[in-house]
């Protein structure tokens, strides 16, 4: 079935750790790929995305990922983490290109940040 | 910058009330979307509108309905709530580039719902 992975529900990092998040996903095409980022009571924020192009993106709040074709992966990773960052992460996808294209959302990774 | 705003953050209704929610955008985006979150599930896709009173079932749209009677506004309506809606509501929105749904999806703080 087509769907987005996160295998890690919960990762818990020391403060100024490096971090990374696993994405997969298991369409035929390459769809249109997005990380967001959700803190403690509030909305989806976009951290960055990726269409085409260069396969290493980077958004805010200093985080890139990179897409990787052969492994239907979008890992997303930060060189030190923040205490900041301890939030939840969502990957998402748009399967297919031109016409509506449904955003389909991953379960999440919690992040919790050691001091 | 986009805002999304939604009426309430919090709130509480009891079985078989009839209960809406209000998602305002000011970006004069085309696109608005209802999802609900529950934890281990993500967000799924209630509800979508591309144009005023244009409508569109998501993933999971049974017991809801929606209204886009205005461009910036999209309603969400539980017609008689039930415990098993008792989620997260976030409301979304997004233009439209080309006739593709591709552009960035600008979410809302949520609602919180809960239903005794």
């Known amino acids: 079935a087509q769907s987005v992975t996160q295998p890690d529900i919960h990762i818990t990092v020391s403060e100024g750790a490096s971090l990374e998040l696993r994405c997969n996903y298991s369409y035929g095409a390459t769809p249109y790929l997005f990380w967001y980022v959700q803190s403690p009571g509030q909305g989806l924020q976009l951290l960055l995305k990726?269409?085409?192009?260069?396969?290493l993106v980077q958004g805010i709040k200093g985080f890139e990922a990179e897409f990787k074709r052969s492994q239907s992966s979008f890992n997303l990773r930060k060189p030190s983490v923040h205490w900041s960052d301890a939030a939840e992460y969502f990957c998402?996808?748009?399967?297919?290109?031109?016409?509506?294209?449904?955003?389909?959302f991953g379960a999440g990774t919690r992040l919790a940040v050691h001091p | 910058d986009v805002k999304v705003t939604q009426s309430s953050r919090y709130l509480v209704k009891r079985t078989g009330e009839k209960v809406f929610l209000e998602c305002v955008q000011d970006m004069d985006h085309e696109n608005m979307f209802w999802y609900r979150q529950d934890p281990g599930l993500g967000l799924r896709l209630i509800y979508f509108?591309?144009?005023?009173?244009?409508?569109e079932k998501g993933d999971i749209p049974e017991g809801y309905s929606v209204s886009r009677e205005k461009k910036e506004r999209f309603s969400l309506i539980l017609e008689s709530a039930s415990t098993n809606q008792t989620s997260m509501y976030l409301c979304?929105?997004?233009?439209?580039?080309?006739?593709?749904?591709?552009?960035?999806?600008?979410f809302g703080p949520g609602t919180r719902l809960l239903v005794l």
């Open positions: 979304a929105s997004s233009s439209t580039v080309q006739g593709s749904f591709q552009e960035t999806q600008y």
């Open positions: 509108s591309y144009d005023v009173k244009m409508k």
């Open positions: 990726y269409f085409s192009g260069d396969t």
């Open positions: 998402a996808v748009v399967p297919f290109s031109g016409g509506y294209n449904k955003l389909i």
